[in-house]
């Protein structure tokens, strides 16, 4: 039983954490003034966790909400 409490508490959390992510992206876009033309660096760091790159023509886009694009 508190097994299953622990993960439901941990899944929760995780949820949360992953909402304060998507509202600060949502408070970055909102505060734009006018629409992307170039590139933002400001903006880039409120989507992406990490990047690796394994050679030039293999790199992965980790966001911050977990999901990964594998380009290569």
């Known amino acids: 039983m508190k097994g299953r409490h622990d993960e439901v508490v941990k899944s929760i959390k995780t949820?949360?954490?992953k909402s304060e992510r998507l509202d600060g992206f949502?408070?970055?876009?909102?505060?734009?003034?006018?629409?992307?033309?170039?590139?933002?660096?400001?903006?880039?760091?409120?989507?992406?966790?990490?990047?690796t790159v394994y050679s030039k023509e293999d790199i992965s886009v980790t966001f911050k909400d977990g999901t990964e694009i594998h380009m290569g």
């Open 15 to 17: 949820r949360h954490a």
């Open 26 to 51: 949502s408070q970055a876009l909102t505060a734009q003034s006018e629409s992307l033309t170039k590139f933002d660096a400001g903006l880039w760091g409120t989507l992406i966790d990490f990047m």
